[in-house]
């Protein structure tokens, strides 16, 4: 893990509303089938080296209410993106392995650091990423406060 400082970008994909709760259940998941309707819509990005994005924003209020999930990759312009990454500081988490276990794993060190009394940070709740550079590696970033 270590803290850097990320600028604003912007993003296009397809987007839904879910909460932790609702993907612990098969029937009401809405990431998965996210991420299934994206391939199905955008065959090849990440073979022509272009990154894809998970990305977690519009939390109702923490970990446990509800928000919105994007699915896509970095927008052609500014000007017509769908969501724009919070410019500030943010934890980065690395996994690389099998999918989608490593990325399980990454949101289980996620979320047990930040329920540690150990941890000097505090999560912003603006916006969180999965960068998934290639088939085989995730880097999550976590919004924190200065």
């Not at 994206?38 to 080296?49: I, R, S, V």
């Not at 272009?50 to 977690?56: A, H, L, S």
């Not at 060190?109 to 941890?119: A, D, G, L, M, V």
Request: charged residues 25%.
């Amino acid at each position: 893990m270590e803290r850097i400082h990320k600028s604003a970008q912007g993003l296009s994909g397809l987007i839904t509303r879910t909460n932790n709760a609702a993907e612990t259940e098969a029937e009401t998941a809405r990431i998965g089938p996210l991420w299934q309707q994206y391939f199905a819509e955008n065959d090849g990005h990440l073979t022509q080296g272009k990154p894809m994005y998970g990305v977690y924003h519009d939390y109702q209020s923490d970990m446990n209410g509800d928000y919105s999930v994007l699915v896509g990759t970095q927008a052609e312009s500014d000007d017509i993106c769908d969501i724009r990454l919070a410019e500030g500081d943010y934890l980065k988490f690395s996994g690389s392995g099998k999918m989608p276990d490593c990325v399980v794993e990454q949101w289980t060190e996620i979320w047990r650091y930040f329920s540690s009394p150990e941890c000097r940070h505090q999560r912003n709740y603006l916006t969180d990423y999965e960068v998934y550079p290639d088939t085989n590696g995730v880097d999550i970033y976590i919004g924190i406060n200065r």
